[in-house]
């Protein structure tokens, strides 16, 4: 049959798809699901046949067989049938506007999420428009990035058919989604108009959170809603919500628990937790669509929550990898405490975006502007988040200024309270290395986990955030305005000079303390001991958790040692003999400007010193938290299964409690998905589907936004300035630390990100070029002391440098040029 009512009996997976089999089933089951039919796969295999596609979908290019069904007609037979179905659905109403979406038969399957891949059409009025958006929904089937998908996932071209829903449209007054996964409780997302608006990301909903067994609201946060999708003749628009309706709850509590209601039996239905799409209209709720969450991991992704601009620039550096939920705890806690706040108006100011971290800069953007700093706040923040493409502005928040400035007056008296802080710096930094080590053999005895927690391990932790907020805080603004000073009178290369070998009390920049200190002991000035003490917290993924510091392997030291040839004191006193010739030259200039901008300089170099002796002991205390959740494993008899729950979670399961341990194996599905996904863009404008980019063969690793298609890379890579030169040399693109032993000397590295557990290989390298980073990173500072020309936040140089490219690499331009291409590429892009 080609078609079929939505309740028929015949409507399964195989006919229907899996959109059509879930509103079949909601249909037999008297839930309020708007009347429709299904086109069934039957119409779109008698298409194909008629028309002798199949080689074509065996063999050719998307675009080729996406192109074959817009060429062809729908048989008579098939058509015919698609009318009397219309037909009857109409009645004596005339043509009735219908929805008309895809339901493919690989859709709705545990473990995917084909959510979007194929097209829906709304507000389709009429037997011939219907068969037109009939014959759009057959050729969505085959666009690039759905074949990318299934390939992906190993869903051969021969075994995926499409069914169409077609469904009267509701003139929803409200609509959105609600979740039943929570176990305790459930969550209701709602805004005006038609739903896509708040499915596609385009507005921040109204939530409102029910109690599950009480059936109550104990949660409302109503969002100012500027967005709405309405109909318009031939499809929809999305439109400004009138002014008396944006700040107005979209539910009331009474509407709330009615979807909620419904939400409990649609789960009781499928057995599963669900999540529902609705639409309210004359005060009914309708049913959409719904999907079981069956054998699915955890989604973790707080790009869903509006349409927000986020950037992984500086953050990214210190936190490079997929993060455990309870890194990501313990990483949100703080940096609440270090900025002074976690949401503004219920808008997150970090988000985890598929287990990555990234800052929301249209909350930094809509709080500055509203404080009436918004012109400087673009200078201040790309020399430490990363460029932000052109044309590409943080979406401000659906916040009145009033609202913003309400919200902002607790922020600005707790900004004002790290001054305390910072004049406790000095003596913090003395004593941090000792209070931590002593507080690791006091976790390594207790026995009361929880009583150690309150009375020493988070109050040590929280002053370590505020202190790093306190240093970071004298130096962001001064030493930006400084730098961009000195290039505007003596050029990038001489500016590098001026800023590079600093030295605070006889020592060197922090940054560089583990490559020197392993050259002291190569001397023999240090011992081992000394060595561990001092840098065994340091690390490539240092802020994760559940990854072992080096201080906990014996064999470390030894493999440093073995793997390190070059002794860094020649750099080093090259790059000072620049430093003086380049003050030299200045002061003959402008004597007198020179040594007011070298008192400047030095301060400075204080104050980046401090910072860096903060970020040290910041680290250290991850350090401690991990021995904490470590021996909260070994007490509790969970072992590593706890660094896949929240701290908070952590101390419940200490105290007895058994419920967060049900969510371990969904989670630990979830770090391991998201582990096998390349490194996402470093920028990322609203809505984003991890593996749908993954799977999108024309992707971008810099950029990504949800309201405009990719637009093609330039051909030269580029970035920001990191450390002036020129050199040209052969490209090693190196993924982890683990793969440092194939950087050959005089090689240049090109890598996603660096922080101080890779500083052991600059001294080898002739160059370094990273996908994230800004003229204050790790790369820069490093590569500027070293003298080693660097190209950072390039966004996507690990994907368009070959491993083996001969590339010329201009620090001072921040540009990546590719000279000669490597001969043949192997496994992962690199050179055979």
């Not at 400087?376 to 988040?385: D, T």
């Not at 707790?414 to 406790?424: I, K, Q």
């Not at 030269?716 to 194939?742: K, L």
């Amino acid at each position: 049959m080609n078609t079929l009512p939505f309740d028929g009996p015949g409507a399964d997976l195989a006919t229907v798809g899996g959109k059509g089999e879930s509103l079949a089933r909601l249909a037999r089951a008297g839930l309020p699901v708007p009347p429709g039919f299904h086109v069934t796969t039957a119409a779109y295999r008698g298409f194909v046949a008629r028309h002798g596609l199949r080689d074509a979908i065996l063999a050719g290019g998307a675009d080729e067989i996406a192109a074959l069904f817009t060429a062809h007609g729908i048989p008579e037979e098939i058509a015919g049938d698609v009318r009397d179905a219309y037909r009857r659905l109409c009645g004596d109403r005339g043509d009735v506007p219908v929805a008309v979406r895809s339901s493919a038969t690989a859709e709705d399957l545990p473990g995917m999420s084909f959510a979007g891949q194929q097209e829906s059409h709304l507000n389709i009025r009429g037997a011939e428009e219907l068969l037109d958006a009939v014959r759009r929904c057959w050729a969505s089937l085959w666009t690039d990035r759905a074949v990318a998908y299934r390939e992906r996932h190993g869903i051969p071209r021969d075994q995926v058919a499409l069914a169409v829903v077609v469904q009267e449209l509701v003139p929803a007054d409200a609509a959105g989604v609600l979740f039943t996964e929570d176990r305790g409780r459930l969550t209701v997302n709602a805004a005006w108009g038609l739903g896509e608006a708040v499915v596609g990301g385009l507005v921040t909903p109204d939530t409102f959170t029910v109690d599950r067994d009480r059936r109550t609201v104990v949660a409302e946060t109503v969002a100012s809603k500027t967005v709405m999708t309405v109909r318009t003749p031939g499809g929809t628009r999305e439109e400004p919500v009138p002014p008396g309706l944006r700040d107005r709850p979209a539910l009331s509590a009474a509407q709330a628990l009615e979807l909620a209601g419904l939400g409990l039996r649609i789960e009781e239905l499928y057995g599963h937790p669900v999540d529902v799409e609705w639409a309210l209209h004359g005060g009914r709720p309708y049913i959409l669509q719904a999907r079981p969450i069956t054998g699915r991991r955890e989604e973790w992704n707080d790009s869903l929550r509006g349409d927000y601009l986020w950037t992984n620039g500086n953050l990214g550096e210190a936190i490079p990898s997929v993060m455990t939920p309870c890194t990501w705890s313990a990483v949100r806690a703080f940096m609440a405490d270090a900025m002074i706040f976690s949401e503004l108006g219920g808008h997150p100011l970090c988000g985890n975006i598929g287990g990555r971290f990234y800052m929301n800069l249209s909350v930094t953007a809509s709080l500055a502007a509203a404080l009436g700093m918004g012109g400087r706040l673009r200078a201040a923040q790309e020399p430490v988040f990363g460029r932000i493409p052109e044309g590409l502005t943080p979406p401000p928040l659906p916040m009145p200024r009033r609202r913003i400035l309400r919200e902002a007056l607790p922020i600005i008296r707790g900004r004002l309270a790290l001054r305390g802080y910072a004049r406790r710096l000095p003596e913090f930094l003395a004593t941090a290395a000792a209070r931590a080590e002593s507080l690791r053999a006091e976790i390594a005895a207790a026995e009361d986990l929880p009583a150690l927690w309150r009375d020493r391990v988070e109050p040590y932790f929280r002053e370590c955030s505020r202190m790093l907020a306190a240093a970071g805080r004298q130096d962001a603004g001064a030493l930006i305005f400084l730098r961009n000073r000195l290039v505007r009178l003596v050029g990038e290369e001489d500016a590098n000079a001026l800023t590079s070998g600093i030295r605070v009390g006889g020592g060197r920049l922090e940054s560089l303390g583990p490559l020197l200190g392993l050259a002291r002991l190569g001397r023999g000035e240090i011992d081992r001991e000394t060595f561990a003490r001092r840098y065994g917290h340091r690390c490539p993924d240092e802020f994760e958790l559940s990854a072992p510091r080096p201080g906990e392997d014996p064999e470390w030291i030894g493999r440093l040692l073995a793997a390190s040839a070059t002794d860094p004191a020649e750099l080093l006193e090259r790059q000072d003999e620049v430093g003086r010739a380049a003050w030299r030259r200045f002061r003959e200039r402008a004597p007198r400007r020179a040594a007011r901008l070298r008192r400047k300089v030095d301060r400075w170099g204080a104050i980046v010193q401090a910072r860096e002796e903060a970020r040290s002991e910041t680290i250290r205390s991850f350090w401690v938290l991990r021995d904490f959740v470590l021996r909260a494993g070994e007490l509790t008899g969970h072992g590593d299964d706890l660094f896949f729950l929240t701290i908070d979670e952590i101390l419940d399961v200490l105290r007895g409690g058994r419920r967060p341990l049900s969510s371990v194996a969904e989670r630990r599905a979830a770090y391991e998905h998201y582990r096998s996904l390349p490194p996402y863009p470093g920028v990322i404008r609203g809505r984003f589907d991890p593996e749908r980019w993954a799977a999108d063969p024309d992707r971008r690793g810099d950029v990504f936004d949800s309201h405009a298609p990719p637009a093609p890379a330039p051909e030269t890579v580029t970035g920001f300035p990191g450390a002036a030169g020129v050199v040209e040399g052969t490209a090693r693109v190196i993924t982890s630390m683990e793969e440092g032993h194939r950087l050959g000397r005089g090689e240049i590295l090109v890598t996603t990100v660096t922080n101080v557990g890779w500083t052991p290989l600059f001294p080898r390298a002739a160059a370094v070029v990273t996908d994230v980073g800004a003229p204050l990173s790790h790369a820069s500072i490093v590569a500027r002391e070293l003298g080693i020309p660097a190209v950072v936040g390039t966004g996507d140089a690990t994907m368009r440098v070959r491993d083996g490219d001969r590339i010329r690499v201009d620090g001072g331009r921040g540009s990546v040029e590719v000279i000669a291409p490597a001969e043949a590429p192997g496994p992962y892009g690199v050179s055979a």
